[in-house]
């Protein structure tokens, strides 16, 4: 609340500087405020007496939505990307699967390694979890393992997440 907005019968005031002005009615304190061309705003209203400030609120709105932005853009998203493995996955393939969950890598993204169960293929288990810590081994000095391997009905998933390289400054 702004200005003429403010219901109370006495504030708190606070100078644009930060000191105490005291407890004063409101029409008194939009007085001050007008004769120093600044609004009185009140930033804590469940306190006894509702302490305002005053302030340029234009300018304090463009800096906030400044400050908004900002952090806006030094956010990470994150995003989960997929790697689908077979229990009979040739040589080839998985360096080409590697080559791609490595790019997935390097730009900061989890990796979610999932092989499928094709037919009788879910009984030996063993042979896609064989495939996946080879998976893992071949890249082991750029991620760590987020998820170990686990059957979810007819998928074994791994989620891999990048190393985090902090170095000390």
Same mark, same amino acid.
């Given at each position: 609340m702004i200005n003429d907005e403010i219901r109370d019968r006495e504030v708190r005031v606070i100078s644009e500087t930060g000191e105490q002005l005291g407890i004063m009615p409101t029409k008194r304190a939009l007085e001050i405020a007008e004769e120093r061309q600044l609004d009185l705003v009140r930033i804590q209203g469940n306190a006894a007496p509702a302490v305002c400030?005053?302030?340029? /609120?234009?300018?304090?709105? /463009?800096?906030?939505?400044?400050?908004?932005?900002?952090?806006?853009?030094?956010?990470?998203v994150i995003t989960l990307k997929e790697v689908q493995l077979s229990a009979t996955i040739e040589e080839n393939d998985v360096q080409v699967k590697m080559k791609n969950a490595l790019r997935f890598l390097a730009d900061g993204n989890k990796v979610k390694v999932s092989i499928r169960f094709r037919g009788r293929q879910i009984t030996h288990t063993e042979i896609g979890a064989q495939v996946m810590n080879d998976f893992y081994d071949r890249m082991k000095d750029k991620c760590v393992v987020e998820r170990k391997p686990l059957v979810e009905g007819r998928h074994m998933i791994m989620i891999l997440a990048p190393k985090e390289n902090k170095e000390v400054k």
């Open positions: 400030k005053l302030m340029n /609120y234009d300018k304090f709105r /463009y800096e906030q939505s400044k400050r908004q932005r900002e952090n806006r853009k030094n956010q990470r």
